[in-house]
């Protein structure tokens, strides 16, 4: 090829007009010159190329030849490729957030409105009230799912493994997603082990990956289907199926399933909802557990099936005894409840919550101020937010620990910083409980019996 034009090398019309227009302007501008082409060899299909064309000089100044280094570009064009794909799908999700996060406020805020202006308050209460709780869980689900990917991409999950049955875990799978599906008006079949197939794992975490499979099941089903939930033991492992018979999966998408905000069908009048991460949460905390995922489907309309094959535990588990109940006595033990948090609406409600069950209880706003009110008020039990300006809430217990006068009171961290390391910090702090917010209120009157029984 030494001494030949690309033209003589029979290379395309195009790519020579690009070589020759590169070539000239290092010629005419005695300056640097390059381009980027794609080439189809017979041995690695097309590739793509860049070319850099540097002019040479000879004793005179003048541009004598071009020196020309090319470089072989497929994989960082495959990888730009890539980046530009994600990118669209991160602008993507970001409206679906959007979109995802105003579904449940506009029934939350018009049954504000009813309550607040409804001649007969009880009456919509009644009907109001529950869409309202509903529409919150929803909300409450969304900003979860964006914790805990969060918390996956820092390596801040640890996984709290104990001995547990399956059949246990897809109970309470079940109970979790359970008003989905039969809002939908789906029927669902279950097919387990009559026996118990133990588990090494951490329970929370692997009803998050099943509950999150069957509520995938329900929504992207029109209303009145059908969802299998079975399992089958195997020697060392349980191989789990949910199987419905929803919109299905193309197959060029079912590599994708499980990859950060994919979604397989964004059309405006779809049923489903969510943000497109929860199939790449459950492949993670799958993964966490030692196990495996996949999908199946037939195509579009014709259902999909999500596999999930789960290490079993060797030992045999011992059922631990059932925890004592809490008495009626230290439920409704009356305590005196100071609330800080500098969020004014939060405080007074919480405060509003714990005098409806009989407790005494008092706001404050600020680090100082809890400090003021904790000496004249003689709190039993703190709810306390971490995030407060200027003392923040580990400064505040670490004061109130130190004052004989309340170092007695039992210190709940009430705060929305939730990963491992938080509960862990809190701790250490000498909070004797962490709860996140948006707390549930069953939750507030668990934490206090445990804290006045002890």
Same mark, same amino acid.
């Given at each position: 090829t030494l001494g030949k034009t690309h033209r003589q090398l029979d290379v395309p019309a195009k790519l020579c007009d690009q070589w020759e227009k590169a070539i000239r302007y290092v010629f005419d501008h005695a300056a640097d010159s390059s381009l980027e082409f794609s080439r &189809?060899?017979?041995?690695d299909g097309w590739r793509d190329f860049s070319c850099r064309l540097v002019p040479e000089f000879n004793e005179r100044g003048q541009v004598d030849s071009a020196l020309g280094v090319t470089h072989d570009i497929t994989n960082r064009r495959a990888y730009e490729q890539r980046l530009l794909e994600q990118d669209l799908r991160k602008d993507e999700f970001l409206a679906t957030l959007a979109h995802e996060l105003r579904n449940p406020l506009a029934p939350i805020r018009t049954g504000l409105q009813l309550l607040k202006f409804a001649p007969r308050a009880e009456d919509v209460a009644a009907r109001t009230l529950p869409v309202m709780e509903r529409q919150l869980g929803q909300l409450v689900r969304l900003v979860d799912d964006l914790l805990d990917v969060s918390r996956i991409r820092s390596g801040k999950i640890v996984l709290k493994r104990e001995r547990l049955s399956f059949q246990d875990i897809a109970a309470a799978a079940l109970e979790a997603s359970r008003p989905v599906i039969d809002a939908a008006g789906h029927t669902l079949t279950i097919d387990w082990p009559n026996d118990a197939v133990w588990l090494d794992a951490d329970p929370t975490r692997l009803t998050q990956i099943f509950?999150? %499979? %069957?509520t995938n099941s329900a929504k992207y089903m029109q209303a009145g289907g059908r969802i299998t939930f079975s399992a089958r033991q195997h020697a060392d492992s349980i191989v789990v199926s949910v199987r419905d018979i929803g919109m299905g999966i193309p *197959?060029? !998408? +079912? /590599?994708?399933?499980?990859? !950060?905000?994919? =979604?397989?069908?964004?059309? +405006? &009048?779809? *049923? =489903?909802?969510? +943000?497109?991460?929860g199939l790449s949460l459950v492949k993670t905390l799958v993964e966490m557990h030692g196990g495996s995922v996949r999908a199946t489907? $037939? $195509?579009?309309? %014709?259902?999909?099936?999500?596999i999930v094959v789960l290490p079993t535990s060797l030992a045999l588990a011992v059922e631990p005894p059932a925890p004592a109940p809490v008495s009626a006595a230290s439920r409704s033990a009356k305590q005196r409840i100071l609330v800080v948090d500098d969020n004014i609406d939060a405080a007074e409600t919480m405060v509003m919550l714990l005098d409806l069950s009989g407790h005494d209880a008092? /706001? /404050?706003? $600020?680090g100082q101020e809890a400090l003021d009110v904790a000496m004249m008020? =003689?709190?039993?039990?703190?709810? +306390? &937010?971490?995030?407060?300006p200027g003392m923040n809430g580990y400064e505040v217990a670490r004061r109130l620990l130190a004052n004989p006068s309340t170092a007695s009171a039992k210190l709940i961290a009430l705060t929305g910083w939730g990963t491992e390391e938080d509960i862990r910090k809190s701790k250490i702090a000498g909070f004797? *409980?962490? %709860?996140?917010?948006?707390?549930d209120p069953n939750a507030v009157d668990a934490i206090l019996a445990k804290l006045i029984t002890a």
């Open positions: &189809d060899s017979p041995h509950s999150n %499979l %069957l *197959a060029d !998408m +079912l /590599a994708l399933v499980f990859d !950060m905000f994919t =979604q397989i069908n964004r059309t +405006l &009048d779809r *049923a =489903q909802g969510g +943000l497109g991460i489907s $037939g $195509g579009i309309d %014709l259902g999909s099936t999500f008092r /706001a /404050a706003f $600020g008020f =003689q709190p039993e039990v703190v709810f +306390l &937010d971490i995030g407060l004797h *409980a962490h %709860l996140t917010k948006p707390v």
